[in-house]
């Protein structure tokens, strides 16, 4: 089986690069690697759940599942001070680097899981769960995590969603309609769609 993002153990050889990004009106520093999702830039996707990202009103942490290098949890933890955020992915290099950024960027208030979806993050319950979804693992992976996102949200908690039409946006909210009972499309832009569905 040929290597991906998704992997636990990315066997490509690493060769981090350092670069500089703007996002939410702040600049950020970020080391990415081969291995990882979209390792010279922060790709679209990520950027616009990022600058249209909204808290909820109920307290409580917030969880960037999936979370590559932390280009979407490392700028919201900053952003939003008062929230605890965590970070979770299943690629050990992926979670390396996010602890890197992390600490590059001067943001404390996160904390590093790896996970395999939400496996490691039992009975852990957030206001809030954003996701990049890893598209190449397959449909069934990625409809499985907004299911486990559904029963880890509190009530009241939102599940924040990008994914292009052309990967699969359409069916992504039919599932997300089928879990929460609604979906709302926050923005669209280049063939990305941003959903939120909120747990009542």
């Known amino acids: 089986m040929s290597e991906h993002y998704f992997s636990q153990k990315p066997q490509s050889k690493s060769s981090p690069t350092k670069w500089h990004y ?95 979806r939400l496996a490691n993050l039992d009975n852990r319950t957030f206001a809030a769960i954003v996701t990049n979804p890893p598209i190449r693992a397959g449909k069934s992976v990625v409809h499985s995590m907004f299911e486990e996102s559904g029963a880890a949200l509190l009530e009241g908690g939102q599940l924040w969603v990008v994914i292009q039409k052309k990967q699969g946006a359409p069916t992504a909210k039919a599932k997300l309609e089928s879990i929460f009972g609604n979906v709302e499309v926050v923005e669209r832009s280049k063939g990305y769609f941003l959903f939120v569905s909120v747990k009542q």
Request: charged share 25%; aromatic share 10%; glycine share 8%.
């Open 22 to 116: 703007s996002l939410r009106g702040r600049d950020y520093i970020f080391f990415s690697d081969y291995g990882v999702f979209s390792k010279n830039e922060v790709d679209f996707g990520s950027r616009l759940l990022i600058e249209h990202f909204k808290a909820p009103s109920i307290t409580g942490d917030f969880l960037d599942l999936g979370c590559g290098y932390g280009s979407i949890g490392i700028p919201l933890a900053d952003c939003f001070s008062d929230r605890s955020v965590v970070l979770a992915d299943v690629n050990e290099r992926a979670l390396t680097l996010s602890e890197k950024n992390a600490a590059v960027n001067h943001v404390s208030n996160i904390e590093i899981v790896q996970s395999d």
